[in-house]
């Protein structure tokens, strides 16, 4: 069954940087769009990023752009998420997810930005 697994979470200072990685088993990962989603304290599913196939068109939400980054290999069923210059904003259970709203998500991954 589709399972997807996220990792490299952590509590960071704003201004702080954190990659998460997503690994992806179950079904054929080079065949889908994949997404990054999020979930504030007290609010929905967020989509946060999205990239194709082969990682060539990347696609993300206002507030995060230039500041995240996301990336794919193919090669080892994983995905990845940069985050860059953090805010506390940003402070949220972040999943990778095989659709944009999340309805096929791992578990999490606690990103807690504080002063």
């Known amino acids: 069954q589709v399972q997807l697994v996220e990792s490299g979470g952590g509590l960071v200072q704003p201004g702080g940087s954190l990659k998460l990685s997503c690994a992806a088993s179950?079904?054929?990962?080079?065949?889908?769009?994949m997404y990054w989603v999020r979930q504030a304290p007290g609010k929905g599913l967020e989509w946060v990023s999205s990239?194709?196939?082969?990682?060539?068109?990347?696609y993300y939400e206002e507030s995060v752009k230039g500041r995240f980054t996301t990336s794919r290999d193919n090669a080892k069923n994983m995905l990845y998420l940069q985050m860059n210059s953090l805010k506390s904003d940003d402070t949220a259970v972040y999943y990778c997810?095989?659709?944009?709203?999340?309805?096929?998500r791992g578990r999490g991954t606690q990103v807690s930005v504080y002063s």
């Open positions: 990239i194709n196939q082969q990682g060539g068109n990347a």
């Open positions: 179950g079904f054929a990962f080079n065949a889908y769009w």
């Open positions: 997810a095989r659709d944009s709203e999340g309805n096929i």
